[in-house]
């Protein structure tokens, strides 16, 4: 079992920035595809970005390329999404998730973050 815990969430102006971080507790996060989900107010959880186990490859919603980046350390022991230039749509629960393959979509993770609350004022 792997649990996930989430931090960095908070209240930012519109064009702000936010770095949210994933850990697992006390283990190694090296052999997992990771990723961030965004449960907006009132709509289902959707994807946002993932990582590959090495860190080589990324994919991004088209709604958040070229204002987020996803990264992990090279301990793996956290993973990171940077968020610039947010929106007032960027507002939600952000979800880290880890998979064993892929994580494109709500269906592939095996494991869930419990979220962080991030949200952007206009």
């Known amino acids: 079992q792997v649990q996930l815990v989430e931090s960095g969430g908070g209240l930012v102006q519109a064009g702000g920035s936010l770095r949210l971080s994933c850990t697992a507790s006390?283990?190694?996060?090296?052999?997992?595809?990771m990723g961030w989900f965004l449960q907006a107010p009132g709509k289902e959880r959707e994807f946002v970005a993932s990582?590959?186990?090495?860190?080589?490859?990324?994919s991004y919603a088209d709604s958040v390329k070229g204002r987020f980046t996803i990264s992990r350390d090279n301990a793996n022991i956290a993973v990171y999404l940077q968020m610039n230039s947010l929106r007032p749509e960027d507002t939600g629960v952000y979800y880290c998730a880890a998979g064993a393959l892929r994580i494109e979509n709500v269906r592939d993770p095996n494991y869930w973050g419990q979220g962080t609350q991030v949200t952007v004022s206009s």
């Open positions: 990582i590959s186990s090495s860190g080589s490859t990324t």
């Open positions: 006390g283990r190694t996060l090296s052999r997992y595809v």
